[in-house]
């Protein structure tokens, strides 16, 4: 039995849904949690040691779970939050509490690429805690940053493929009801092709904003 | 210390003590220990500076004598175990934060590498302690216009710092260090990246920053040569102390410890090379070799040449290292003087009533 090509289309629109909500829920979550774990560390401009010493296992413990693991671990929290554990809304949850620690992660050693002579002119200059975060750390690390996004997304399409064990859907999801339980070879090359222009896409696009902010 | 302490030639201004003008950075028994892995550092052993105003201050010391310490503490970039800093009047360990951001805005900084933001525009770069501040536009437009006229940039103010030269990065920094008007600007090694001709034409510029914006310069090298160029007054540092401080003139004249001796040498020569030694041994016994030591006016030549000219006596300059501190000359010879006995002594007895230091050489 084949695939149709309107069920490729849902099972494409699927993906983008769910990997661009989590995207978004997943970076509001990560992006101020790798700032903290910067800027709390020792000697840095918000030294302290409580923040970073409660956050940093915890981030640990949440990235060393295998996706397909949380997705089911987490089932009762996900039913608090969205009212059912079922379905391509359901899967953002586990989605987003799977990247937002990656992305935090990420965020940490993109901000930690910078100068510390930076932050020294800034401090110099008189430069507060957030101005020295949000005119300094970020813009001088913005093309680091972007490279991270883009590749927590990347993360996020793959993990989109196992949210199907939800009832989830997207790409990842034909391939396997219909590619490896019912032997359609053309949907599995299909569903590859999508995905690797799809990663292939998001990389370049990535990767050329990057090159952009870093001026080389 | 103990060394240090006698020979500390504090030098107030002409005039009564009570005159005596309160430092623009006063730097009392200030002391900074590190602690990490269970170590301690000793950074800075109680430290008593004063940099007047309008000086340009140098502390010369080799690396880890506790030179960027001491300069850190002036904008609390570190704060002192114990001592104080007292800025402009104010000591900075009583302020509150609000009010040392303040003070900071009052004091300029570059630095060795510059760190310039690499991804915005020379005039962005120098704006950024303005649009800090909340400055309106126009207003830093205009400054930022005027500072890179001042070093000399106007065409660069779109490029990007990796766009630039090491000598234009730093005068970028320079700008940027002025852009807030400061009345200090403090230098950690600017322009120990630089290559020498570079390093003059920065260090001439700082020294249009000290004379045309009437700013205070504190700064601090491993380069004595630096501190001959433009400093008036230096402090040497050791292991965390401040081991002798006073003029440029009388540090380099007589230097008292083995450490400035060492850093005075390193661009004054008054050893004397091994070819010389030869040309000296040749000579033994046939004529007088002397060393004159000499500052100011009294240089060597007019005076040499009255003594060829008085005591019909040969002149031979056989060794001569001078150059120029603060617009005096400075220096050594080492001179041959070659004629009758008689001629030679009245002629070196003259010399010796010059206004230099004479030691005959008995090699
Ligand atoms: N943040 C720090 N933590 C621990 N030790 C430090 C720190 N900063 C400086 N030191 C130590 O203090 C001493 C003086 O350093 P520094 O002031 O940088 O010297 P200099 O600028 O003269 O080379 C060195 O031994 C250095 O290792
Ligand atoms: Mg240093």
Redesign the interface.
């Known amino acids: 039995m084949e695939v149709s090509s309107e069920q490729v289309f849902q099972a494409l629109y699927e993906t983008v849904y769910m990997v661009s909500v989590s995207l978004v829920f997943a970076t509001v979550i990560g992006l101020p949690l790798g700032i903290l774990l910067v800027v709390t560390r020792k000697g840095h401009i918000l030294e302290n040691s409580a923040i970073f010493s409660a956050l940093n296992p915890v981030i640990n413990v949440l990235r060393s779970v295998p996706f397909i693991i949380l997705l089911v671990a987490i089932i009762p929290f996900t039913r608090l939050v969205v009212g059912t554990s079922i379905g391509t809304t359901a899967a953002i949850v586990p989605l987003v509490i799977y990247t937002g620690p990656y992305i935090a992660r990420l965020v940490e050693n993109s901000l930690l690429e910078i ?1 510390p ?2 932050i ?2 800034a ?6 805690p957030l ?1 020295i975060i949000f ?2 750390l970020i ?2 690390t ?2 680091s940053l972007i490279l991270s996004i883009t590749t927590a997304t990347i993360g996020l399409i793959g993990a989109t493929a196992m949210a199907g064990a939800v009832g989830g859907g997207g790409i990842g999801d034909l391939a396997i009801t219909y590619g490896y339980q019912r032997f359609s070879t053309i949907t599995i090359v299909a569903t590859v092709i999508i995905l690797v222009v799809l990663v292939q896409g998001i990389q370049s696009l990535g990767n050329v904003f990057a090159r952009k ?4 | 210390m103990g060394i240090g302490a006698a020979v500390w030639k504090e030098q107030s201004p002409a005039g009564s003590p009570s005159e005596a003008k309160e430092g623009m950075i006063a730097f009392q028994q200030v002391s900074k220990t590190f602690e990490s892995g269970g170590k301690t550092v000793e950074a800075l052993k109680d430290v008593t500076l004063t940099v007047e105003k309008g000086d340009i201050f140098g502390v010369i010391g080799f690396s880890g004598a506790g030179k960027s310490t001491l300069l850190r503490t002036v ?1 609390l ?1 570190e704060r002192p175990t114990a001592g104080s800093v007292i800025v402009d009047g104010k000591d900075l360990s009583k302020l509150s934060v609000k009010e ?6 009052n ?3 570059i ?1 060795q ?8 525009t020379v005039f962005d770069n120098v704006a ?2 303005l ?2 501040g909340d400055t309106p536009k126009k207003q830093i437009r205009e400054r930022v216009d005027e500072l890179l006229s001042f070093v000399g940039l106007t065409d660069k103010a779109g490029s ?1 710092p ?1 766009q630039l030269s090491g000598g234009q990065k730093q005068r970028v920094g320079i700008a940027r260090a002025l852009a ?1 008007n400061p009345s200090i600007l ?1 230098s950690d090694e600017a322009t120990s990246a630089l290559d020498p001709q570079t390093t003059e034409s920065i260090l001439q510029l700082l020294q249009r920053v000290n004379k045309e914006y009437n700013i205070t310069i504190l700064m601090i090298t491993h380069e004595m040569n630096v501190i001959k160029e433009i400093c008036n007054r230096v402090a040497v540092m050791e292991h965390g102390a401040v081991v002798e401080q006073g003029s440029v003139l009388d540090v380099f004249a007589n230097p008292q410890t083995e450490v400035a001796r060492n850093f005075v040498k390193s661009v004054v020569r008054d050893d004397i090379p091994p070819s010389v030694h030869k040309l000296l041994a040749a000579k033994r016994g046939k004529s007088k070799i002397i060393k004159i030591h000499f500052i100011g006016e009294s240089t060597g030549q007019p005076m040499l040449s009255q003594v060829a000219k008085r005591f019909n006596s040969d002149v031979n300059v056989l060794f001569g290292s001078i150059t120029e501190l603060a617009g005096v000359p400075f220096g050594n010879l080492i001179v041959e003087l070659a004629g009758n006995e008689a001629d030679i002594a009245r002629a070196y007895h003259y010399i010796q009533q010059q206004n230099v230091t004479v030691k005959e050489i008995v090699s």
């Open positions: 100068n002579g930076i020294e002119a401090e110099a200059m008189g430069a507060t101005q005119r300094f813009p001088e913005l093309g902010i870093r001026r080389n | 904008n970039l040392l951001r303040s003070v900071k805005k004091i300029g900084m630095f590498q510059f760190n310039l933001l690499e991804t915005k950024m302690p649009v800090l990007y990796n807030t403090l």
